[in-house]
């Protein structure tokens, strides 16, 4: 019993060793492999919109969830005006803990894991609703999530090329270098339009607490998937509301998506899918080769529960990890006051 207070920890540097270690793009398959798991078997899961603190600038959010034998929360925040500071939009970390003792068995950075696991659950979803040999995917939005998302659709998808666009000539820049080599044809483009010739899937994930428009109805042509990343909190969307209504919206959890998600734009009541069902063949994905098809990405718990226990189960072996001394345990359960005076 007395190891239990060790707690292990993954540091940002122990993250960033191992992916290396594990390589990107098989992190990523194995990432969208868990995730996909426990959409299975989604009903069993407590779950809850996460919960968020807004200001003008930002939102800080938890976001809990447990299958039963496992409780998980992450801590992440969203603040798009952080980049002109030299800070990330997104920062995150989050913890596993044992549901029979309540006991944490896992505290990880997870501003690199919530990039990989949405990455991840962008391809899976694009694997049951976009249309089949999609193989160019349209880039808009080249910040910190986007050499993430090209990767994942490329080792889950097949993409074979993708065209980016950013307002900022230097964010495109450095995504193209980014993923230079990489066995992707990469297309650097001066609008959002010229991104989207020739795309199956356009993917946006831009930062800008507004109602932006990324896209208006008339770019988004009949058959394309769209996976819209950045839309992800009150007051805060990518796509026009048109597009809206004539796509067919997959979401993660329903009560969440209507409040942060495009969803936000339309009644409380537009019928949506939710993915979960699609993957269990409860409700139909794709159904025609004229369709929009939308996932309207809104990051949900449950990816960061099947992210946090995939490194959990990865680390034995590696040394990538510290133990923290983080619970208090006395020997004696009852004599906590004792253990903190034989401390002096
Ligand atoms: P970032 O700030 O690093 O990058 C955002 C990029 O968007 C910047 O390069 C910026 O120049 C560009 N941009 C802003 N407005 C634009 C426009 N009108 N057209 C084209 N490009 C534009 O942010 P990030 O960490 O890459 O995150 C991107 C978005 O994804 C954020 O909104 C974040 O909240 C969201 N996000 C969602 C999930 C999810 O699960 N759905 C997870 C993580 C992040």
Excluded at 63 to 88: A, C, I, R, W
Excluded at 221 to 228: D, E, P, Q, R, T
Excluded at 301 to 328: C, H, P, Q, W
Aim: glycine fraction near 8%; charged fraction near 20%.
């Amino acid at each position: 019993m007395m190891t239990l207070n060790l707690v292990p920890f993954v540091s940002v540097h122990n993250m960033m060793k191992l992916v290396l270690h594990l390589g990107i793009e098989r992190v990523m398959v194995d990432l969208a492999a868990e995730i996909e798991a426990d959409f299975r078997r989604w009903p069993l899961f407590d779950k809850t919109p996460r919960v968020a603190s807004h200001s003008d600038v930002g939102v800080i959010e938890l976001m809990p969830t447990s299958d039963g034998e496992t409780y998980g929360f992450k801590y992440v925040n969203g603040h798009p005006s952080n980049m002109k500071q030299g800070l990330q939009t997104v920062t995150a970390f989050g913890l596993l803990a044992d549901v029979a003792t309540g006991y944490p068995v896992l505290l990880s950075e997870m501003t690199i894991l919530t990039a990989l696991r949405t990455a991840a659950t962008s391809a899976m979803a694009s694997n049951w609703l976009a249309p089949k040999g999609a193989s160019t995917m349209a880039l808009i939005g080249n910040g910190a999530q986007s050499e993430f998302q090209a990767l994942a659709f490329k080792a889950i998808c097949g993409l074979t090329e993708v065209r980016l666009y950013d307002i900022d000539p230097a964010a495109t820049a450095k995504c193209a270098r980014n993923l230079a080599g990489r066995g992707l044809t990469v297309v650097s483009c001066k609008t959002a339009e010229d991104a989207m010739l020739g795309a199956q899937i356009i993917t946006t994930v831009t930062a800008d607490k507004q109602y932006a428009t990324i896209l208006t109805d008339n770019m988004v042509g009949a058959g394309v998937h769209l996976n819209a990343v950045g839309g992800d909190c009150p007051g805060k969307t990518e796509l026009h509301r048109d597009i809206l209504l004539r796509a067919t919206i997959f979401v993660e959890y329903p009560e969440q998506t209507r409040v942060e998600g495009e969803l936000q734009q339309l009644p409380p009541d537009h019928p949506v899918t939710e993915l979960w069902q699609v993957i269990t063949g409860a409700m139909p994905g794709r159904v025609s080769a004229d369709q929009v098809t939308l996932f309207d990405s809104v990051g949900f718990a449950i990816e960061d529960f099947s992210a946090l226990r995939y490194v959990r189960g990865k680390l034995a072996g590696t040394g990538l990890y510290d133990n923290l001394d983080m619970i208090a345990d006395p020997d004696d359960p009852r004599d906590l006051f004792g253990m903190v005076l034989r401390a002096k």
